[in-house]
Nanobody
Framework: QVQLVESGGGLVQPGGSLRLSCSASGSIDSIGIMGWYRQAPGKQRALVELIRGGFTDYADSVKGRFTISRDNAKNTVYLQMNNLNPEDTAVYYC???????????WGQGTQVTVSS
């Protein structure tokens, strides 16, 4: 099993920045892909950005504004979010996939609100 704990959400003005962190514990060696999804009110959960080794995949809506990184020594994945706009308001979920079983793991979510 893998446990994921997010931090770093909050309220920010349009154009501002936030950095989310996600710390993993448990069966760390089983983790392959890690990343972030988000769910806005009334919408389905959607991909933000994923990372595996040197490969990243991201939603077009965050291209050039959000950057994912991973510190394997700290078992932590980060999401640097710049130039935030109200459409980025959502609960952000940390995600990890088990490289052997294919099981998905989710954090509890952290709220990001972009508003003036």
């Amino acid at each position: 099993q893998v446990q994921l704990v997010e931090s770093g959400g909050g309220l920010v003005q349009p154009g501002g920045s936030l950095r989310l962190s996600c710390s993993a514990s448990g069966s760390i060696d089983s983790i392959g892909i890690m990343g972030w999804y988000r769910q806005a009110p009334g919408k389905q959960r959607a991909l933000v950005e994923l990372i595996r080794g040197g490969f990243t995949d991201y939603a077009d809506s965050v291209k050039g504004r959000f950057t994912i990184s991973r510190d394997n020594a700290k078992n932590t994945v980060y999401l640097q979010m710049n130039n935030l706009n109200p459409e980025d308001t959502a609960v952000y979920y940390c995600y990890a996939k088990n490289r052997w079983s294919g099981s998905d793991y989710w954090g509890q979510g952290t709220q990001v609100t972009v508003s003036s």
